[in-house]
């Protein structure tokens, strides 16, 4: 079998943690397997890498951001390639240059698009462990990128893909994908199986125990995966087209996401266009617009209020201000400190008491809505980042998703 194991950072913090994974590793290269790891930087990393590069310039180019964050993830592949072969096994370690892993140019959001097999096959053939970088990939420049925060389980899925591995395996610091994150609700449910579009909509809603993209890929490649803890033996939770046991719960579960924050242009003209301009201007430079909100036209003046990623706000708020007299704007308000909460569940659309119940929840805490978003699977509410975990836990509990 060719099996490709992605260990994130909790799983590769420190050197008991390296052996741990390298041991883990050599058990499935004993018993005849090929086996690929996937790495994501040690520990906070990427966090500290970020840190560093805010105090020496606020606004660097995202080409030099990349060239810095891609460094943990190498540092990552070495130690481990080091470790395995204090334990007297062939191994290589391989950055997205020596794979050859492209992306699209957009640096620090790129997009995999091709990865070469053949030095990954070749390393194989030679009966070594091959241990490659997560996160990160070249461009047509010739210059490194990476493909955006949790990107290494984008990297292990499309590297499964390309080799068409009998397995994919996502090791972390929880035991599967839970109702919640199991951090913040203690008791929440691990899901034996969860569908690809479940969990799609899991990740884009925030719960970060795996990469959106990832998930894309997976559905779309047909890659099977599996996430479980790296630190015991327990199931974990398989990821799949269809799921065998479909307890036809309304609501799937409950996600969370701070990385966002709301935007308000006041006093734009109640005509036709405004909006357009508005939303265009942003999506030309790749600001992906979330929530939308517009308020009733009064004495031919209207709000629009919408929700961007806080990572976006600064680029967002420099390009409003920029066209001011194009949108017709008076005024500009934003609010940093907002996060979404999600209730995602395949049956709702059927049920009108399920927004009521949310909200209700909501309430029960005392905690105010901001704004609401809705689809056919899920319900989205804005609120204050500082209500985040109180109102997860209640909407949790008033679906009774807990065990
Ligand atoms: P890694 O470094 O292994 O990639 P991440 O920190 O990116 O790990 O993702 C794992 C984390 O995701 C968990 O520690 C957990 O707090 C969080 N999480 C959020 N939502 C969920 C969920 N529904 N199920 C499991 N974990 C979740
Ligand atoms: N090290 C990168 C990050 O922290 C990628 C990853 O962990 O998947 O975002
Ligand atoms: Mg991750």
Redesign the pocket.
């Known amino acids: 079998m060719l099996i490709v194991k992605k260990?994130?950072?909790?799983?590769v913090a420190d050197k008991e943690r390296i052996f741990n994974v390298a041991t883990r590793c050599i058990e499935d290269y004993n018993k005849g397997h090929q086996v690929v790891v996937v790495l994501?930087a040690m520990g906070k990393t990427t966090d500290g890498l970020l840190e560093k590069a805010r105090q020496i310039n606020p606004n660097a180019s995202k080409r030099e951001m990349d060239m810095l964050l891609s460094t943990g993830e190498q540092v990552s592949v070495a130690l481990m390639a080091m470790a395995i072969q204090a334990l007297g096994v062939p191994v290589v370690s391989l950055n997205a240059w020596q794979v050859a892993m492209h992306t699209t140019s957009r640096y620090t959001h790129a997009k995999l698009k091709r990865i070469d097999t053949e030095r990954i096959y070749n390393e194989l053939e030679m009966r070594k462990i091959v241990v490659i970088t997560g996160f990160q990939g070249i461009n047509k420049y010739d210059d490194l990128t990476t493909l955006g925060r949790?990107g290494?389980?984008t990297t292990a899925v499309a590297i499964a893909a390309a080799l068409h591995a009998d397995s994919c395996e996502?090791?972390?610091?929880?035991e599967?994908?839970?109702?919640?994150?199991?951090?913040?609700v203690p008791n929440?449910r691990k899901m034996k199986e969860v569908t690809y579009d479940e969990m799609l909509d899991?990740a884009s809603l925030?719960?970060?125990?795996?990469?959106n993209r990832s998930v894309e890929m997976a559905k779309k490649y047909g890659v099977q995966l599996v996430?479980r803890s790296?630190l015991n033996r327990s199931e974990g939770t398989i990821v799949k087209e269809e799921v065998r046991t479909m307890e036809k719960m309304l609501i799937s579960?409950v996600?969370a996401d701070k990385n966002t924050a709301r935007l308000s242009v006041m006093g734009v003209k109640d005509e036709p266009g405004i909006a357009f301009r508005v939303f265009n201007y942003l999506s030309r430079k790749g600001i992906n617009v979330d929530i939308i909100l517009q308020s009733v036209g009064r004495e031919g003046t209207k709000d629009i209020s919408f929700t961007v990623a806080k990572t976006d706000l600064k680029d967002a708020l420099d390009i409003i201000h920029e066209n001011m007299d194009a949108i017709t704007a008076k005024k500009v308000e934003y609010e940093e400190h907002v996060a979404k909460v999600s209730i995602i569940g395949a049956g709702m659309t059927s049920n009108p008491g399920v927004a009521a119940k949310m909200f209700e929840a909501l309430f029960g805490v005392g905690v105010n809505i901001k704004m609401i978003s809705t689809s056919e699977i899920r319900i989205t509410v804005l609120i204050d980042e500082a209500d985040t975990e109180r109102a997860m836990r209640a909407v949790h509990d008033a679906f009774a998703l807990g065990d």
């Open positions: 260990f994130g950072g909790s799983s994501s949790g290494s389980d996502i090791y972390t610091d929880v599967g994908v839970y109702t919640a994150d199991p951090r913040v929440a899991f925030g719960a970060k125990v795996l990469h996430v790296s579960g996600a």
